[in-house]
């Protein structure tokens, strides 16, 4: 008979992480971490052996459901109703959400999402430390384009890209991120572009629209042999500064040897400076195993005729208000409102691509 009392089942995102810590995409963490680590991260930014990780990997859960575990030494991990894992326990420990949340967010403001995602129900402050075992292979249906770290990097290897970009992003193809991209191309012998597709807030891109936006891209614009596309099934953070850390760790672990921080990567509304990102990466500058790409928020100049940045354009200084910013926010708004971004700030193809799925997403659930 099956003990119902050595189950816990996961969130989606809980699930993400599992598989995400067994294919090695948060390495050098092998496992939920312990108080410990949990307490290093938050305050330094590093685990305890000192290995730069600027966010908590940590499986949270109620004290009522904590409380069946004790004195066992292993539990299953359920989601959807079946067992996707084992997990060896180290330790089980309370927290203080709110002090972890404006120690890693920089505010405990519930109107940022990563603090709602963490810190949003109280009751779930206990979190079970350990290393998953025997976890099955994620079918999270799309298919190849859910690519492990081997996998990313076994194609690296078969395409033999010596020098390999990386692009993070949460939202469809837009003129000032194809303007990234290629100045990344013009360094790099290839360029992963991997957009996040896990838990995001509402009203973020669903991963359908950023799917189908950048097979339009890529198919029509890029050259096949120097662009793999591919998705980050993980959740989002929205974290600034610590998250683009992150995310460069994550593309190192892929087999990049480059990552793109652009302006305010990984923010949300004015939580954080527009370049915050490019000074904690300097902290961290010849530790993170990988090159980080500090490039300027390009806009598009009418004087210029062309998509530019502050270093390349005079007129942005001259007159702030005469060119026009591209950003994921307002790309957002403006889909949202039924109107259509001009040629110069998104592609027809792309915009072509996303009138037959669904734009949004329209919860936050976990």
């Not at 995400?20 to 995409?25: D, K, L, M, R, V």
């Not at 990552?259 to 923010?267: E, K, M, Q, W």
């Not at 509304?269 to 790409?293: M, P, T, V």
Request: some cysteine; overall charge negative.
């Amino acid at each position: 008979m099956t003990d119902d009392s050595a189950k816990l089942e996961l969130t989606f995102s809980q699930f993400l992480e599992v598989t995400n810590i067994a294919t090695g995409t948060y390495a050098p963490v092998a496992g939920f971490m312990g108080s410990a680590d949990l307490k290093s991260v938050v305050s330094d930014m590093r685990l305890t052996d000192g290995s730069p990780f600027p966010i908590p990997i940590v499986l949270q859960t109620k004290k009522e459901l904590a409380d069946r575990f004790a004195g066992r030494d292993s539990i299953e991990l359920v989601f959807a109703g079946k067992t996707v894992a084992q997990l060896s326990i180290s330790e089980i420990f309370d927290v203080n959400l709110i002090e972890i949340a404006r120690a890693v967010f920089g505010t405990d403001s519930f109107d940022h999402p990563g603090v709602r995602f963490m810190a949003g129900d109280p009751s779930r402050n206990v979190m079970i430390a350990g290393i998953p075992q025997q976890v099955v292979t994620r079918q999270s249906g799309f298919g190849s384009w859910d690519m492990t770290p081997a996998e990313s990097r076994a194609y690296i290897a078969e395409m033999g890209w010596q020098t390999v970009a990386g692009f993070q992003t949460r939202n469809v193809p837009h003129r000032a991120h194809e303007y990234l991209q290629r100045t990344a191309l013009e360094v790099c012998d290839g360029l992963l572009i991997h957009p996040l597709v896990g838990w995001k807030k509402k009203g973020d891109f669903t991963p359908e629209a950023v799917l189908a936006g950048y097979q339009a891209l890529i198919s029509n614009y890029y050259p096949a042999n120097r662009v793999k596309l591919a998705l980050l099934l993980a959740p989002m953070r929205y974290a600034g500064p610590r998250e683009a850390l992150l995310h460069a760790i994550i593309r190192r672990n892929y087999g990049c040897t480059h990552f793109i921080v652009g302006r305010d990567h990984a923010g949300v509304g004015d939580f954080y400076g527009k370049y915050d990102a490019h000074a904690l990466a300097d902290r961290f500058r010849g530790e993170l195993g990988i090159e980080i790409l500090k490039l300027a928020g390009p806009f598009y100049c009418p004087a210029c005729d062309g998509i530019a940045t502050e270093k390349t354009c005079k007129h942005v200084h001259e007159s702030p208000d005469s060119v026009d910013h591209i950003a994921g926010t307002a790309m957002r708004q403006m889909l949202s409102a039924g109107g259509k971004p001009q040629p110069h700030l998104m592609r027809q193809e792309v915009l072509d691509a996303l009138k037959n799925v669904d734009l949004f997403v329209t919860g936050e659930d976990q």
